[in-house]
């Protein structure tokens, strides 16, 4: 069982024990449910507290249990609350650090809650697609008022105990207690003072109401819709929360029971809570455990101050982490610093950033001309250009200078990473770590593991990428990693639609009509169109075999990079982003198309979608059979995060298991039988060919 049961004196105490933050699995519902049945047999017992071990009270229901039959067994979270409520001795919820979701409904169903200070309490279903499932759209508006209940639900975000209890007239807390620490002591002092009182406080029986009812909701409406636009939860949020306000409990808790159920069903909480697992996942590699001494990061080197070296320094100062930067010349350090006072500076303008903090991490802040400077750094990372040569000078310099146990990284976005390491005596401390520009704000970190990587300086990264706040996900070695390697089969697919009948726009609106965040062609504008034609010519001489629309070269010969050169695919007003269609830029396509004799066919928005998307699907598939990604969910991290893949659709692989993969593989057959697409590329994977045959799914 996985709940506590000891007696101190005449109170009770359960204590929830399902680490690692005490969720509501099956075997804690069914302890809960024990201990009180035990507590309310015992003649000697006056009083009950639940409280949680470890550093949670609860964190809500089980997310792992989600869409397993343990979630739905008895006692569900409802039968557990309701035990609770008809318990005939009082029940003290003893409140510390979390107290989520369905933790912070349990404590609902107490008939008193006492919270230290420092508790993060929150009712965040909403980011899981879903709402609180047990009460919480019920009871909490009875305890902290309509209004405050309703933005903490559609919001989902943590309140700190502290702050809730010193609100007048909200009475989620009885009692604060005077630390974490004094919280046990003071909850058993509080459960035998109120162990006599009748009748015993429920919060269900507590008024709900709203003065004015119809026009706060409809103003409440009127602000999700926003945030509604692909997520379903938040609308029903505001249901739930009226119906407290005009319903019996009862007949609110049954009303509240629906929407959960029907929200829980739906794709996008399906893919919302494949996230949520899919991320913390992404941290954990599979022969690296997780005890696995780490080496210690005190201070860090950055070699380059361009724009990722920028970036990526930045990183670390906001982490409180020492930068020393390294440059070839005093200008361009000098060029480097000031990027990053303009970006802090900017921040500080919008009130993102204190002045005090912005002046604190500037001090953090060295910089040098000398390598020998550099020899103390525990992790040292360049971003030079991004050619083998430069990366060999830099490496064998640093395998001169940098202390031993010092860890090497490259923030190389393609070049093989096994080269690399070999450039130095100590491959084993080389690791690469491929930041997203810009690189002080995209989450996504591929960490590249090569053949010597050692296995500390893994753990230590990953733990480095948690410290900088940014999504960590191993790759192994191979041309574009993980992302880049898909993205380039995606782009191709989107030249062979110019060739064969679309516009950049149309392309462009499909896309984004599914939930990119950009469609292909305005993405190359921003990134710039030169780094796929650079990419393009070395393919042109590595694999002559490779088949590319000739469009995106057409581009390139104009001198069309994009944003950076006010014009790409389309055209843009200098300052702004906004994408502008260009006739030339159309003709140009009509005219090469032309050229190639080719009748432009109608496309529709689906098929521009399925060979984009599944064209990341199949090359994902290769790269799951060669090793190059761990999990299928990793490879859904690295799109979310790094490329703006719809969170709503989970990641591409995700959305192929929604779509089903043997429709993707039926798709991808009629996709091959276009002569003017590349039958060979549309071959199905074997993996995915074999989990479609077999009715399976990307795990
Ligand atoms: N269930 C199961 N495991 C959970 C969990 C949960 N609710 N919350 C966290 N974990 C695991 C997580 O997977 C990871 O596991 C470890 O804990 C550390 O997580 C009826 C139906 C609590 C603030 O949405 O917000 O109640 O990877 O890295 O940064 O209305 O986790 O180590 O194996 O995030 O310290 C509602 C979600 C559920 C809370 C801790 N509750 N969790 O943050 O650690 S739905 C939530 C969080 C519900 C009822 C409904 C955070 C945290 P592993 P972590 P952290």
Redesign the pocket.
Known sequence: MTAEYKVHGSVAVITLANP??N??GLSTRQGIVDGLTRANDDAAVTSIVITGAG??FS??????EFGTDKSLQEPN?HSVIAAVENSAKPVVAAIHS?C????L?LALGCHYRIAAPGC?VA???V??G?L???G?TQRLPRVVGVEAALNMIVSGE?VKSELIGSIPGQKLFDKMAASPEALAAEALAFAQSVADVRPMPLVRNLPCKHPQGDAYFQFARNMVKGMSKNFPAPAKCVDAVEAATKKKFADGLLFEREL?INLMWTPESRSLRHL??AE??A??IPDVPADTPKRDIKAVAVIGAGTMGGGIAMNFLNAGIPVKMLEMKQEALDRGIATIKKNYEAQVKKGKLKQDKYEQRMALLSTTLDYADLKDADLVIEAVFEELGVKEAVFKQLDAVMKPGAILASNTSTLDVNKIAHFTQRPQDVVGLHFFSPANVMKLLEVVRGDATAKDVLATVMAVAKKIRKTAVVSGVCDGFIGNRMIEQYGRQGGFLLDEGCTPEQVDKAMEKFGMAMGPFRMGDLAGNDIGWAIRKRRYTEKPDMKYSKTADLLCEKGRFGQKTGAGWYDYVPGKRDAIPNAEVVKMIEDHRASLGITPRKISDEEIVQRLVFSLVNEAAHILEEGIANKASDIDVVYIFGYGFPVYRGGPLNYANEVGLFNVVQAMNRFAKNPLDDAAFWKPAPLLAKLAAEGKTFN
């Not at 964190?59 to 792992?64: E, P, S, V």
């Not at 989520?100 to 933790?103: Q, S």
């Open positions: 690692p933050v969720g509501l550093g949670a964190g809500g229901a089980d997310i792992k979270l979390v989520m979701g369905g933790g409904e993060s009712l965040p279903e980011k899981l879903i609180p499932g047990a919480g943590p959960f949520f697992l913390r996942a941290s954990k």
